[in-house]
């Protein structure tokens, strides 16, 4: 099977990680993944790719200045990815992301070659220009399948377009045992998060909370791993609610797992979220977990006071109430984690590829 897989960049990020992972295990499988990026070689891959991958970074994310650019730009971006997916001559296109997702579904017009496009966060939550909201919906139909990581998110759809619909759940991987040894130590006992420093992930709320119980825990610290454009912000307020020595901002890590097997709570703190691989990355380490309802995304992974706990998005008291019960308390924290680890059955990375499958086989035979 021939698979051209089409993302803007391989840099940090959740939807990012899961299609590196999609191409790898694809690969190994004896396929021929392509995967595309619209960046170009210059913009640093952060995911490690098989070599029977064929990675192609295609350079033609550039920004625009004005509205006459912006339509150049774009109307480049298709005809540079159209020619790159007909030479890829694929079984099956599948895109990740929404601005790329019309792109995509504009470059393979005519191509007569079957579509999947993906979308990873909430759409009602997650807005995105008018214009490409408008795109959005007239290019959609046009795509043979849509996924979407929650049935939440499918419902934001038209009901036109829910025949075409499938809930895709992100694939977790089973952590290696023994990687904390290689890695970097914590200070314990610790609070975790993971994600980009941007306003969606909450850690400004998360940061609040952490101040509040401070002085209760105080041997506690608080660590964020992730990179983004919030660093400065964040470290502005670490300073000003007295956190100093308290929080530590490692930056973004190729491999969190040798972080969380050391820590001791994991705390996701979203405004919105789609299905986060962070969140299943912590519970498939035996970690006791607690997250917002982050527009409802984190309720189909965590099973209520059974292998986490949730709380009200943007709700800092009811965050740091949560906290506080489950840092004083080893031995509820200890009943969490161990049935935390059965994420990695419920989310199976075979599980899922293999439902991936059945939909590429669905398209392919519709054609």
């Not at 393979?108 to 995105?128: F, K, Q």
């Not at 530590?248 to 190729?254: K, N, W």
Request: glycine fraction near 6%.
């Amino acid at each position: 099977m021939r698979i051209t897989l089409v993302i803007s960049a391989l840099t940090c990020g959740g939807a990012q990680r899961v299609m590196a992972n999609m191409a790898n295990y694809w690969a190994e499988k004896g396929w021929s993944p392509t995967l595309i990026t619209l960046s170009g070689a210059s913009v640093e891959r952060f995911y490690d790719l098989s070599s029977a991958v064929d990675y192609r970074p295609l350079g033609v994310a550039t920004d625009s200045a004005n509205l006459p650019a912006a339509v150049w730009n774009n109307l480049r971006r298709i005809l540079v990815l159209r020619r790159t997916i007909r030479n890829s001559r694929p079984d099956v296109v599948i895109s990740f992301m929404e601005t790329t997702n019309v792109i995509t579904l504009l470059s393979t017009r005519g191509l007569g070659v079957p579509v999947i496009v993906s979308e990873h966060t909430d759409p009602a939550l997650y807005s995105i220009s008018g214009n490409w909201e408008a795109l959005r919906h007239w290019t959609y139909p046009t795509a043979d399948r849509l996924t979407v990581v929650t049935r939440k998110a499918a419902d934001y759809f038209p009901s036109s377009l829910q025949p075409k619909i499938r809930v895709m759940t992100n694939p977790v991987l089973i952590p290696q045992e023994g990687t904390a040894a290689a890695g970097p130590s914590l200070a314990r006992p610790a609070v975790i998060a993971v994600g980009r420093l941007a306003p969606e992930k909450g850690f400004d709320l998360l940061l609040e909370a952490f101040a509040r119980l401070k002085d209760h825990f105080p041997d506690w610290r608080l660590t964020i791993l992730g990179e983004g454009p919030m660093r400065q912000q964040l470290e502005d307020l670490s300073d000003c609610l007295g956190l100093a020595g308290r929080l530590d901002l490692p930056g973004a890590v190729q491999d969190p797992y040798s972080f969380l097997r050391q820590a001791d709570l994991f705390v996701l703190s979203s405004r919105f979220e789609g299905f986060p691989c962070a969140l299943c990355e912590a519970m498939a380490c035996g970690l006791a977990v607690m997250a917002t309802e982050a527009g409802g995304g984190t309720r189909e992974i965590v099973r209520e006071r059974v292998d986490g706990v949730i709380v009200p998005t943007e709700n800092v008291e009811a965050l740091t109430e949560a906290m506080t019960r489950l840092m004083s308390d080893d031995a509820e924290r200890r009943r969490l984690a161990v049935r935390a680890v059965q994420v990695s059955k419920r989310f199976a990375t075979e599980k899922v590829m293999g439902a991936w499958e059945a939909i590429i086989h669905e398209v392919v035979l519709e054609r």
